[in-house]
């Protein structure tokens, strides 16, 4: 991944789908549907189960492998979880960190946020960090405050060079999984201000080069609308990802938008 190069940047989380054989199935149909979209970085995220059976199928391609979560400690008793080692063993390139699904379900805090990336850093993996607000805290206009919070605490200690590692998700908490989309505007607006957020930390061009996506019920329909608008750099797709088809469609549309607003 090179940010100073920008394409555009499309994940697909498999969240907890897929069998070993289904996922095997579903990547052997993204690798060969992918073959001549070099102009999109695209990424696969499958239950840890399967990760090193999509490695295998992804090796000779330009897809990438994700984990969908890790925890920041390097090994010991920690029942159920998995260290950034071991998802770079299995091939990984990618972790997705702090997804609104393991903050509101499973208690993940933003100190814990903060933990998971540098363990991700220190092992060359490329955190997927994920950000957002609630329905309740958007009606109360407190979108922006509750962003500003998770960039400031989940990216506490990380200097510039570590900076230039991380992927920023911006997904509203009411659009997971709910089939509620943001408005292009919507997300536009709260994308723009997390980039001003992280010029002011880490320096305007920085931030500029920095790939802030979008995640939240993105389909085939919606996604060349998104990502026209400027400071959308790519999707963090959940159910649309489960069939190689509409994925591949939105791959297809991220990169018609992408040369277009240039």
Known sequence: MNKKTKIPFVAGNWKMHMTIPEARE????????????????IVVAPPFTAL??????????????????????????FTGEISASMLKNAGCQYVIIG??????????????????IKAALQHDLFPIVCIGESLEEREKGETMGKVARQIEKGLDGLGSNDFERVIIAYEPVWAIGTGKTATPAQAEEVQAFIREKLASRYGKDPASCAIIIYGGSVKPENSYDL???????????GGASLEAESFIRIIEQAIKAFKEKK
Do not use: C, P
């Not at 997804?99 to 998971?116: A, C, I, L, M, P």
């Not at 990502?227 to 797709?237: A, C, P, Q, R």
């Open 227 to 237: 990502l026209s608008e400027k400071n959308i750099d790519g999707f963090l797709v």
């Open 52 to 77: 090193s059976e999509v490695m295998k199928v992804l090796e000779d391609s330009s897809v990438q492998l994700s984990g969908q979560d890790l925890y920041w400690e390097e090994k010991g008793a």
């Open 99 to 116: 997804h609104s699904e393991r903050r509101q379900y499973f208690g993940e805090t933003d100190s814990g946020v903060n933990k998971k």
């Open 26 to 41: 579903l990547a052997s149909k993204i690798v060969k549907s992918s073959v001549g979209l070099s102009e999109a970085e």
